[in-house]
């Protein structure tokens, strides 16, 4: 599935008659209580072509436990399962639709899920099966997803990305205290999508912070501007190298000499250029503000990502290690 169709899907859902949305900001959490059980939790956390996968573990009709592995998507709109899945799980499909060649189903029955003991809270009209696929991924990613794990469904927790240490964390509001170099990260209410920034030639830049994508995109409005003024700056038509692995269409790649971001220092950074008004346009109609890009794996993975949604914050650290690459 391309990036931009996982990204449609809120509005698909949507129309079919969701209403909740995000949950608004909470007030700054003290300190975290004393663990629970069921308030948190921390599991292995998969990466495959600079993208996180984590395992869902499903209640079936029967009432058997089957686990799925899902990609954790924070620039995804829907809560997305595969047709075999959704069949051994006993779900009860309703209406289907079609969009961008894909087909989709409601669900007609309730979905229970959770990871590590967390409860997911689903949106029963933002659950949909993809029809006729077995893997949520494009074809030139490696790897294999049952399903996607959105945005909107993300922004009700506190969750941990620790690329380096390969563990999510997923926890209540207030359950964790937050580590690392604390950034604002304004959270969309109906998508959940949320927003960071970086620094590119002196310039700030708004991004969605995208876990689900691979490879980091921005506008070929930016791209051609930087091209215009940098033409030692590295690019190259189309899809280049490891950018292949994102899927859907590739204008350009381009590699940035130097990225700053919530004051880490990034050497040459790999993006990926979109059709202009992609997102000055489209995307950015669904955030806080607007946005000419997406921050995604091959960036994200040298760090540990603390997103505290309630809070809409983000705290940002990376170990030494991850930073000499």
């Known amino acids: 599935m391309n990036r931009v169709l996982a990204v449609q899907l809120i509005a698909l859902a949507t129309a079919c008659g969701a209403s909740k949305s995000a949950p608004e900001p909470a007030a700054p959490t003290a300190p975290a209580a004393p663990q629970q059980p069921g308030d948190r939790a921390t599991v292995p956390l998969h990466i495959e072509g600079h993208r996180p996968f984590v395992d869902i573990a499903f209640r079936k009709a029967d009432g058997s436990t089957r686990t799925a592995r899902f990609l954790v998507d924070s620039g995804g709109g829907g809560f997305l399962i595969v047709e075999p899945l959704a069949v051994d799980l006993g779900l009860q499909l309703g209406p289907t639709m ?47 997803a049952d399903g996607l794990l959105p945005g909107h469904v993300l922004a009700h927790y506190h969750v941990v990305f620790d690329y380096p240490a390969r563990t999510f964390t997923i926890a209540h509001p207030g359950a964790l205290v937050p580590e690392g170099t604390p950034l604002s990260m304004p959270v969309a209410r109906q998508s959940g999508f949320p927003r960071t920034e970086i620094e590119v030639d002196g310039k700030t830049l708004g991004l969605l912070l995208d876990t689900g994508a691979s490879f980091t995109m921005v506008s070929q409005a930016l791209l051609e501007d930087w091209g215009k003024a940098h033409a030692d700056w590295k690019r190259h038509k189309g899809a280049y190298g490891e950018a292949a692995t994102l899927g859907g269409q590739t204008l350009e790649t381009m590699f940035i000499p130097r990225v700053t971001w919530g004051g880490h220092a990034l050497t040459d950074v790999g993006v990926v250029s979109q059709q202009a008004g992609v997102f000055e346009k489209w995307m950015s109609s669904m955030m806080v503000a607007p946005i000419v890009g997406s921050l995604a794996g091959n960036v994200l993975e040298t760090f540990r990502v603390d997103l505290d949604y309630p809070n809409q914050k983000l705290y940002l650290s990376r170990p030494a290690a991850s930073a000499a690459h």
Do not use: C, Q, T, Y
Not at 105 to 113: E, P
Not at 123 to 130: A, F, G, H
């Open 98 to 144: 079609e969009e961008e060649g894909e087909r989709f189903a409601r669900v007609a029955s309730k979905v229970d899920a959770s990871i590590g003991g967390v409860a997911l809270d689903l949106e029963p009209d933002r659950v949909l099966v993809l029809v006729g696929k077995d893997n949520m991924l494009p074809p030139a990613a490696p790897g294999h």
